[in-house]
Nanobody, 116 residues
Framework: QVQVVESGGGLVQPGGSLRLSCAAS????????MGWYRQAPGKPRELVAR???????NYADSVKGRFTISRDGAKNTVYLQMNSLKPEDTAVYYC??????????WGQGTQVTVSS
């Protein structure tokens, strides 16, 4: 079981950047594929990016070229660097192992709002 605490969200203007952090606990964190997900109002949660223990990454088409996921095994932390943010990126962002079910355990998330 992996427990997570997300941080780093906030209000940013279109075109701006934010870096999200996800501090994970659990002795086998390094064995999991980890993902960043987001949920916008009225929409289902979606996978934004994922990263394997070996560092292989995969991105949703909507964020490809703008977002970068990374992980630091020594710190049990996963990051999401978000550049060139758009209003449609506004959502609550969550991290969790991949795959994760909606009925599983989730953190509180961190709110990202992109607005002028």
């Amino acid at each position: 079981q992996v427990q997570v605490v997300e941080s780093g969200g906030g209000l940013v203007q279109p075109g701006g950047s934010l870096r999200l952090s996800c501090a994970a606990s659990g002795s086998i964190f390094s064995l999991y594929v980890m993902g960043w997900y987001r949920q916008a109002p009225g929409k289902p949660r979606e996978l934004v990016a994922r990263i394997t223990p070996g560092g292989r990454t995969n991105y949703a088409d909507s964020v490809k070229g703008r977002f970068t996921i990374s992980r630091d095994g020594a710190k049990n932390t996963v990051y999401l660097q978000m550049n060139s943010l758009k209003p449609e990126d506004t959502a609550v962002y969550y991290c969790n192992k991949f795959p994760s079910s909606e009925s599983g355990s989730w953190g509180q998330g961190t709110q990202v709002t992109v607005s002028s």
